[in-house]
T-cell receptor, first 112, second 115 residues
């Protein structure tokens, strides 16, 4: 069975500091990986996804994630965070071409 | 593009009552999904439709739950005889399809509280 583990439930950082949100997956088949972000009182928004090709994927707001098959990881990074990045971040794997299986989420809190 | 919309946004009901939620997907999206999110957890898959056909149901979807998408556009999720354990955020998503790797776009959710 495929599953996703987000190793940190909460990550507090100061503004302009770098951040890494960790995600590990288990899968025996082809892997499609996603990061979604959920701002307070809003739905989930896709941040970035890995389907194939380059193992480094980027979002429009400065986040990036690297697919590492040997370590079964898909960690999310940003070199310098802003207050507005405060949100909950979910890593997910696509199963059987229709079902997203999510991790439990990581609450990123950016402090001034 | 108005996005995925869900109504109502909040629902408070008493145990044993029936509730119905509505989801309007992005226009022309063929696939529609329902997920449930409880406090401190990521969303969990409940069911999905390809046009009007319901193709998969999770074991989480007990016989008190029923979902429909009668004309391949909007969808409803009904919970009969609600229980306190049904309290959660119910999320709807849609994707263009039929490819499974198309991005799933989520609505804002319906928060259900069962007293």
């Amino acid at each position: 069975a495929q599953s996703v583990t987000q190793l940190d439930s909460q990550v507090p950082v100061f503004e302009e500091a770098p951040v890494e949100l960790r995600c590990n997956y288990s899968s025996s088949v082809s892997v499609y990986l996603f990061w979604y972000v959920q701002y307070p009182n809003q739905g989930l928004q896709l941040l970035l996804k890995y389907l194939s090709g380059s193992t480094l994927v980027e979002s429009i707001n400065g986040f990036e994630a690297e697919f590492n098959k040997s370590q079964t990881s898909f960690h999310l990074r940003k070199p310098s965070v802003h207050i507005s990045d405060t949100a909950e971040y979910f890593c997910a794997v696509l199963i059987s071409n229709y079902k997203l299986t999510f991790g439990k989420g990581t609450l990123l809190t950016v402090n001034p | 593009d108005t996005g995925v919309s869900q109504n109502p946004r909040h629902k408070i009901t008493k145990r044993g009552q029936n509730v119905t939620f509505r989801c309007d997907p992005i226009s022309e999206h063929n696939r529609l999904y329902w997920y449930r999110q409880t406090l401190g957890q990521g969303p969990e898959f409940l069911t999905y439709f390809q046009n009007e056909a319901q193709l998969e149901k999770s074991r989480l979807l007990s016989d008190r739950f029923s979902a429909e998408r009668p004309k391949g556009s909007f969808s409803t999720l009904e919970i009969q005889r609600t229980e306190q354990g049904d309290s959660a955020m119910y999320l709807c998503a849609s994707s263009l399809g039929p490819g499974g790797t198309d991005t799933q776009y989520f609505g804002p959710g319906t928060r259900l509280t069962v007293l």
